[in-house]
């Protein structure tokens, strides 16, 4: 189990990719602090239920969807798309500073290539940009918010609490360039909210396809089926509204408490050997931190 689940995560069996292990190997003690919020949240297995939230909450943006569509792999390689930006978070949370804007380097050169047009919110056409700032702060907002969920669902403690955590990741914010980022939860959805409000939102076919491919599980048999409760987890975390936009319905069922179970489960599986954090810790501990 351990091993299926680190090479849909890590694209390696023992979860020890190349990126992972050159984490020890670092010269500074990285953006982020040891057992912070941003360490304690990406380290939970509330990021399980994250992964899925963020994906459906940043597909009801027409232009985010859109580079997306035109541009993601993700229906051709759906482990290879979630390994890389498993690998983004990883580097940017446990990494040195070095490290971690390398990789945000890797990602904004992709990232140039991804233009195009779309159709906004209010039905007109415009162009799109993966470096368009309001694009950039829309998957920063999603991205935050889902992982803060997904780790309540867990209800692990953060330290600090959650506008710690916002605050924290804020940072990873800076460095894809979003402009003053929430620091707070209230700021965070408020600021969610707004793109609700000002109607550059939608549904529609497409969000209706990315909402029927998440919900296929990548995998078979018991983890499977545990994929399916974890897929209700995500949806139950979501706002009304913003549900009816997916096209999505809350399972009647304790879902939520289901999925801890399920978390539980996974943990103990994934403690049975080294992570990211552990080779975080080798650096710091070789730094004298």
Known sequence: ???????????????????????????????????????????????????????????????????????????????GRLTGTVRWVITLTYGSRTQADAE???????????KGDYRAGDGS???????????????????????????????????????AYVADWATAGR?????????TRAALR?????????????????????????RKPPFRGAMGLAYRVLFAAAVATIPRRYRAMLGVRRWPLPVLSVTRVILRVTERALG???RAQDMARQRLRRLGV
């Open 272 to 274: 049975s050997g080294p």
């Open 104 to 114: 945000t380097a890797r990602v904004g050169r992709f990232h140039q290539r991804v």
């Open 175 to 183: 460095l894809m360039r979003v402009v003053d980022p929430p620091l």
């Open 1 to 79: 189990m351990r091993g299926k689940l680190l090479v849909a995560l890590a694209g390696d069996p023992t979860g020890m990719a190349p990126y992972v292990r050159a984490i020890a190997e670092g010269d500074d003690a990285g953006y982020f602090a040891e057992n912070g919020p941003a360490w304690t949240v990406h380290a939970g297995m509330g990021t399980l239920v994250a992964g899925i939230r963020a994906l459906l909450l940043q597909a009801l943006h027409p232009g985010a969807l859109a580079g997306v569509h035109d541009w993601s792999r993700y229906r051709e390689d759906p482990i």
């Open 190 to 214: 408020a600021e969610i909210d707004g793109f609700y409000e000002r109607g550059e939102l939608r549904g529609g076919e497409r969000v209706d396809d990315v909402v029927r491919f998440l």
């Open 125 to 163: 056409e415009r162009a799109y940009s993966a470096e368009a700032p309001d694009l950039v702060r829309w998957v920063h907002l999603a991205f935050t918010d889902a992982f803060l969920s997904g780790h309540e669902v867990s209800r692990k403690p953060i330290p600090g609490g959650a506008d």
